[in-house]
Antibody, heavy 118, light 110 residues
């Protein structure tokens, strides 16, 4: 059974930083591209970033480019999202998701809530 | 990176069919056959219902079907059931190698 478990969310002040983690199990993690997708309360999903199987290719939404960094550790079956210079509009539940093909996620984790507020 | 356009809400009676549209541009929906539909019940994570315009993942009911014409993709649900009441989101691969989501459609089963 595919499982994706996010952690690392919390309350942070504007301008602060957080590092999210996503522990993967139930599939061969190193063989899949992975995504971060966020969903603000009461809103639809918004794609944030993706990474290829060995971490050599990363892509970001314009809204987070230069502030967020996606990475992975295939030995630990873990995906990361380093978030710097956080803004109020970054407040959302952050989900990691496995790529089925062509950027279309199939399995999503339950997510971790990030709240940016003073 | 604009969102795809979906109607805010649709409704139908049990047993009826409904269609939800998803309009993009030639840089996303119109340019690629990599369009997906997700179902999301309150408090749950999105569930993949359709991928690559018309394909259903294993375990998804054949009452759900997808199609595309030009820059608009569509999700049709036939034989509406109470359990289909949820939010539905389309998503498309884009020419920037990103993923664009629609704003979502709330389906109400009357």
């Amino acid at each position: 059974e595919v499982q994706l478990v996010e952690s690392g969310g919390g309350l942070v002040q504007p301008g602060g930083s957080l590092r999210l983690s996503c522990a993967a199990s139930g599939f061969t993690f190193r063989s899949y591209w992975m995504h971060w997708v966020r969903q603000a309360p009461g809103k639809g999903p918004v794609w944030v970033s993706r990474i290829n199987t060995d971490g050599s290719i990363t892509t970001y939404a314009d809204s987070v480019k230069g502030r967020f960094t996606i990475s992975r550790d295939n030995a630990k079956n873990t995906l990361y999202l380093q978030m710097n210079s956080l803004r109020a509009e970054d407040t959302a539940v952050y989900h990691c998701a496995r790529d089925l093909l062509w950027n279309l996620p199939d399995y999503w984790g339950q997510g971790t809530l990030v709240t940016v507020s003073s | 990176q604009s969102a795809l356009t979906q109607p805010a809400s649709v409704s139908g009676s049990p047993g009826q069919s409904i269609t939800i549209s998803c309009t993009g541009t030639s840089s996303d929906v119109g340019g690629y056959n990599h369009v997906a539909w997700y179902q999301q019940h309150p408090g749950k994570v999105p569930k993949l219902m359709i991928y690559d315009v018309t394909n259903r993942p294993s375990g998804v009911s054949d009452r759900f079907s997808g199609s595309k014409s030009g820059d608009t993709a569509s999700l049709t649900i036939s034989g509406l059931q109470a359990e289909d009441e949820a939010d539905y989101y389309c998503a498309s691969f884009t020419s920037s190698h990103t993923l664009a989501f629609g704003g979502g459609t709330r389906l109400t089963v009357l």
